[in-house]
């Protein structure tokens, strides 16, 4: 059974930063293009960053652009969400998808 896993949510302060990680397990061979979403409280689920299955192409949402880089290491199934300089706004549910599939989430709290 084809499942994405997320981790390394938790609680960190102001402009720390944290990498989130989104691993392939089950019935594959691989990871192939995986977007990165959140829900922010109280808010519907936004889209975040984008990367291709070659990570030829990466794409950010306006509100990450320059903090956020998502990258991957094929070789253990994984995508990276590397997010630096967090903000108390960027606190919420993190989620990855290949379109088809979701994680169960992964909670990051930007707080002092």
């Known amino acids: 059974q084809y499942q994405l896993v997320e981790s390394g949510g938790g609680l960190v302060q102001p402009g720390e930063s944290l990498t989130l990680s989104c691993v392939a397990s089950?019935?594959?061979?691989?990871?192939?293009?995986i977007s990165w979403h959140r829900q922010l409280p109280g808010q519907e689920r936004e889209w975040v960053a984008f990367?291709?299955?070659?990570?030829?192409?990466?794409t950010y949402s306006q509100a990450v652009q320059g903090r956020f880089t998502i990258s991957r290491a094929n070789a253990k199934k994984t995508v990276f969400l590397e997010m630096r300089n967090l903000k108390p706004e960027d606190t919420g549910e993190y989620y990855c998808?290949?379109?088809?599939?979701w994680g169960q989430g992964t909670r990051v709290t930007v707080s002092t």
């Open positions: 998808t290949d379109g088809d599939h």
């Open positions: 990367i291709s299955d070659t990570g030829g192409t990466t």
């Open positions: 089950g019935s594959t061979s691989g990871i192939g293009r």
